[in-house]
């Protein structure tokens, strides 16, 4: 069975900062798929970014990048040059048929 | 605009009632799913369905029904049965791929969810 571990319940980073959010996975597939998505307090789940389990390099995009380490089973999520904005939930998650969840970090940004 | 609407955004429901959850899209979607968030927890899967008329129970379905009689529309009953309804209630849809699965992009789109109370 597949699993998400996220190992850290809440974070607070200077604005500004870097942030790396931690996501470790457990699967016996050969190909799935991670993904990152955000919960802003209003409730709605924002995609954030996807990595293919056979991409040779790390996806990004804009300020998001995911630090796929495939040997490790880590697929971590990398926010640069952190805003106030960026204070919310993010969710880690695996797919192969259906999407398993991780249980979240709430990452709150400090001015 | 192209999204998902889910209504209400607020429910209180007694004890022993049934009540239904709305999700509509009219972004042309084959896929909808069902998800249950509870404090400190990911997202529990509780139906699914890949096309209309047609879908397939999730993690904790016991307690819930569905149905999909049309293509944008995939409501979602809390029936008494469920024993510990008071959560929150996220809808979200996607594109398939050739094999029924969800697309390499995976991008999921949700609505902004219900949240149920039951008094």
């Known amino acids: 069975a597949q699993k998400i571990t996220q190992t850290q319940p809440g974070m607070f980073v200077q604005e500004k900062e870097a942030v790396t959010l931690d996501c470790t996975y457990d699967?016996?597939?050969?190909?799935?798929?991670l993904f990152w998505y955000k919960q802003p307090s209003s409730g709605e789940m924002i995609f954030l970014i996807y990595?293919?389990?056979?991409d040779e390099q790390n996806a990004t995009e804009g300020r998001y990048s995911l630090n796929f380490q495939k040997a490790r089973k880590s697929a971590n999520l990398v926010i640069s040059a952190s805003q106030l904005g960026d204070s919310a939930m993010y969710f880690c998650?695996?797919?192969?048929?259906?999407?398993?969840w991780g249980a979240g970090t709430k990452l709150i940004i400090k001015p | 605009d192209g999204g998902i609407t889910q209504s209400p955004k607020y429910l209180f429901r007694k004890e022993g009632q049934n009540v239904t959850l709305s999700c509509e899209q009219n972004?042309?979607?084959?896929?909808m799913y069902w998800y249950r968030q509870d404090p400190g927890q990911g997202l529990r899967l509780i139906y699914y369905?890949?096309?209309?008329?047609?879908?397939q129970k999730g993690d904790i379905a016991e307690g819930y029904s569905v149905s999909r009689e049309k293509k944008e529309s995939f409501p979602l009953t809390v029936t008494s049965a469920q024993k510990n309804p008071t959560a929150f209630y996220l809808c979200?849809?996607?594109?398939?791929?050739?094999?029924?699965?969800?697309?390499?992009?995976?991008?999921?789109?949700f609505g902004e969810g219900s949240r149920l109370t039951v008094l």
């Open positions: 972004l042309n979607h084959d896929a």
């Open positions: 998650a695996i797919r192969q048929y259906q999407l398993i």
């Open positions: 990595q293919g389990s056979y």
């Open positions: 979200a849809s996607s594109n398939l791929g050739d094999r029924g699965r969800i697309t390499n992009t995976g991008e999921l789109f």
């Open positions: 699967t016996s597939d050969q190909s799935y798929g």
């Open positions: 369905s890949q096309i209309v008329n047609d879908f």
